[in-house]
Nanobody, 124 residues
């Protein structure tokens, strides 16, 4: 069992930056790929980024490539999402997720555990 708790969301102006964190419980953190998804009002939850178990492999959705950076600290059981050059369309609830299996795990079905989400609102 893995419990995930996101933090770092908030209100930011377009063009600004935010850094999300996700703290994981348990001793098996480094055996999971760690991903970020987001869900805007009225839309389906969509993949944002994932980092592999060792922290070296990453994969991004086209919409965030070059603006967002995912990383992890296995010693602290934490995964991060650095979000720069934020746009209005980045407004959503952001979810952290843990999964195993295929690469890249860019679908909801690839993940076994989910956090409760943190709200990110980008204003003009």
């Amino acid at each position: 069992q893995v419990q995930l708790v996101e933090s770092g969301g908030g209100l930011v102006q377009a063009g600004g930056s935010l850094r999300l964190s996700c703290a994981a419980s348990g001793r098996t953190f480094n055996t999971y790929h760690m991903g970020w998804f987001r869900q805007a009002p009225g839309k389906e939850r969509e993949f944002v980024a994932v980092v592999g178990m060792g922290g070296l492999s990453t994969y991004y959705a086209e919409s965030v490539k070059g603006r967002f950076t995912i990383s992890r600290d296995n010693a602290k059981n934490t995964v991060f999402l650095q979000m720069n050059s934020l746009k209005l369309e980045d407004t959503a609830v952001y979810y952290c997720a843990a999964g195993r299996g295929r690469w890249p795990p860019d679908g909801r079905r690839d993940y076994d555990y989910w956090g409760q989400g943190t709200q990110v609102t980008v204003s003009s």
